[in-house]
């Protein structure tokens, strides 16, 4: 595995934080064409660069171009920020327990305001999906929603998103080294699926919108154990943000993958850019023609 964004940080490289970032991925300018955005981003499971606007380049002409070294001081650079491990590797190490954040308490008025503003029912998210808050005096985790990822009821890793409007870092992910089980080889909100079917959304708050019976796959990239677990429901309904190129084609790319596994797998396009904007009725609608309306109304 190559830590990229120790190779990158050391190199004098800055790693951009905007609308662009997702789980799994490092953005950057691009150095193929005139960018100021962080279109150009990196792969840190598959290991490979891509760019919004130009598309796929190699690894090594990419190092090259950003660091402005010979593609052969590339190769040595790389052997010094290479382990053996694979990422799959390194997500399968377990420990006792889930270290959490320092300073973890209750949701206080900002974080209730934050998400009342996106017209969520709060109590019901602190029921269901055991939300926390973090204060302003929690460090780098300040002004943040404390989001775990549950396992058979228990806490094993976790998220926190930022309640600050122009905070560029939104999430900050749990460190692997803290983890009780690796988030990526989980589905967020798996406990709370019932039945044989199943609606698969980018993000935990598609599924804080949509409720039971959905899951996240905590970013656009999805591991081979999540798409294991996938695999064991007969209906799976695929529905990524329409708003990026990218998430579309990884969406797309799981439900082919799915559907070679035998299930029964359809992309869905949802008219909104983010699910997690429509209104519980849209959403509920929605996943009464995906689901069925009894699903819907037996569990919610």
Known sequence: MINMEELLTDNGVEIVYN??????????DCVFHNDSSGHLGYNIYNEYFTCYNCGGHGLHETLSRLLNISTREVTELLKLYSS?????????????YL??????GALNDAHRKYLEGRNYDVD??????????????????????YIPTLYKGEEVSYTT????????????????????IAMKTLLYNEDRCFFDSVIVFEGCTSVWRFGDNTVALMGSVFTDEQVSKLSKYKNVFVAFDSC????VKKGKQLAYKLSML????????????????????????IKQELLGEWICGSWQ
């Not at 270290?99 to 973890?104: A, E, I, N, T």
């Open 19 to 28: 609308h662009h970032s997702r789980a799994g991925w490092l953005q950057v």
């Open 99 to 104: 270290q959490k954040p320092l300073g973890v």
């Open 84 to 96: 053996r491990d694979t990422y799959e590797q390194i997500l399968t190490t377990a420990n006792d």
């Open 262 to 285: 035998g299930c029964n797998t359809e992309y869905i396009d949802i008219e909104q850019e983010d699910p997690a904007v429509l209104s519980y009725e849209e959403a509920n609608k």
């Open 244 to 247: 990026e190129k990218e998430s």
């Open 161 to 180: 998103r930022s309640i600050i409007a122009d905070e560029t870092k939104r999430y900050i992910n749990c460190s692997k080294a803290s983890e009780k």
């Open 124 to 145: 019901e998210l602190i029921e269901k999906y055991k939300l926390g808050g973090l204060d302003g005096f929690c460090g780098r985790y300040a002004n943040r929603i």
